[in-house]
């Protein structure tokens, strides 16, 4: 992986590479190009996660328009603070989707004034597309999402419910507390809990990249 | 030591309502500032955070529209290169330099500069370097864009084409400039009409050994190839 700031490993500064060559870059070697400006390495980085964004803003504003709104005004921040990209602090894809919720969560509070709903029906929307009619990699990403949101359909209710009002709600753990009519701390505890066994049992069986070793 | 691991104890909790993003300000930046002199803490929440970046992948998938895609590439390009968007129409030069003349305060003063320059210029006649030349190529219409007009205005390796009386696009579409070079359509530049049908676009080169400037219809955004005929070539 090439940290931001340098040139990709082999890749002259001023080639202008293939699209083909592109798509076989790590994201965080594309993001040393959209750092130079480059348009065709931020349109892969845009093919890659534009789907998952876009379903993410959706679920938290409820609404195609404004999340269709949120995904373009989030990737546009990409495009113009790549440089700020750290590979240190985390991946592509975890630093654009963090954009997209926090856009997402302004967005929300703008339109609405209120508490969001949280029981949106994401089926009712989704779009009639056969898994024929898929490309490989958006039917990848439907078949993981099944399997996540089965995978998380095992924590208790408590847990995933705190979980759900923070991180697509954009609500304070004392503003689920309000809501809840239950103290701060067991907010706060029911958040960790949920995490945690995201973190040691769901988050393993689904093989996503992270740092493993187990904390006393 | 130990009030230290104590307090990171406490602050379990506030870590994984952070990680969350669900701290206040104030709680936010107090955290902060334990995390900027914590390994311990800082290790947790790096411990924690695939936990988290999992909970994007468990809402349901949908395709964003196309036009999402062709808006952000029409934004984005116009940025990774500032001649590849319309450029503004130039007033002809020899309008500019007329107003600047007709200005009685300055009649006299250009009147002195041009005799001036005009013995200079005998003077150092064959040691100057020449500017390039600028070059007027009428364009063809093609495809029966019979109303069309334009003019591409060349000078060194790069040229502006002005079009005239082009047909209106739709909001979702783009006029695109291309060079043709032994058969193969290098893209070069999208632009819009103004409201009366002309415009004024950079053709940046190189434009050696091209075969001719050529203009399509094509989605926002642009495209790598053309998806229409195209509807005036300009030969090079």
């Known amino acids: 992986m090439i940290r931001p700031g340098s040139a990709p490993v082999g890749i002259p500064v001023a080639e202008k590479l293939t699209p083909d060559a592109l798509q076989r870059l790590a994201d965080e070697d594309l993001m040393t190009l959209v750092e130079r400006r480059d348009a065709d390495a931020f349109a892969v980085i845009y093919d890659r996660h534009g789907g998952g964004a876009y379903s993410l803003a959706y679920r938290i504003v409820g609404d195609s328009a404004i999340a269709e709104d949120v995904t373009q005004e989030a990737f546009i921040s990409v495009w113009r603070s790549g440089a700020r990209f750290d590979a240190a602090r985390g991946s592509v894809r975890s630093w654009t989707l963090g954009i997209v919720r926090n856009r997402a969560i302004d967005a929300l509070r703008r339109a609405s004034g209120s508490a969001p709903k949280l029981d949106l029906d994401d089926d009712a929307v989704l779009e009639s597309q056969t898994a024929a009619e898929l490309t490989d990699s958006e039917a990848i990403r439907r078949e993981t999402s099944r399997r996540v949101r089965g995978a998380l359909g095992e924590l208790p209710a408590e847990q995933s419910e705190v979980i759900g009002l923070a991180y697509f709600g954009g609500f304070t753990h004392r503003e689920i507390a309000e809501m809840l009519g239950m103290p701060l701390g067991t907010v706060k505890g029911r958040m960790r809990l949920g995490l945690e066994k995201i973190r040691l049992t769901l988050a393993e069986r689904m093989g996503i990249e992270g740092p493993w070793e187990v904390l006393p | ?236």
Do not use: K
């Open chain 2, 1 to 236: 030591m130990s009030n230290e691991r104590e307090e990171c104890v406490a602050l379990r909790d506030d870590l994984a309502a952070y990680a969350l993003g669900a701290l206040a300000g104030d709680e936010m930046a107090a955290l902060e500032r334990h995390l900027d002199s914590c390994e311990a803490c800082c290790a947790r929440l790096r411990w924690l955070s695939p936990a988290v970046d999992l909970l994007p992948a468990a809402v349901e998938q949908l395709s964003p529209p196309p036009r999402l895609r062709a808006n952000l590439m029409e934004a984005v390009r116009a940025e990774a290169a500032p001649t590849a968007v319309a450029a503004p129409a130039r007033e002809p030069w020899w309008r500019a330099v007329r107003g600047v003349i007709m200005r009685p305060a300055t009649g006299m003063a250009v009147l002195i500069l041009l005799v001036v320059g005009v013995g200079a210029g005998y003077l150092l006649r064959g040691s100057q370097t020449e500017a390039p030349a600028t070059q007027l190529v009428q364009a063809e219409p093609l495809n029966g864009a019979a109303t069309v007009s334009a003019t591409l205005e060349r000078t060194g390796d790069s040229a502006t084409l002005h079009v005239h009386q082009l047909p209106a696009i739709a909001e979702d579409e783009v006029y695109e400039v291309w060079v043709q070079r032994d058969g193969v359509m290098e893209p070069r530049n999208t632009f819009v009409l103004d409201q009366d049908g002309s415009a004024a676009a950079a053709v940046p080169g190189p434009l050696d050994g091209g075969e001719a400037v050529l203009v399509t219809r094509e989605p926002r955004g642009g495209s790598r190839q053309p998806t229409t005929d195209p509807i005036l070539s300009a030969p090079l």
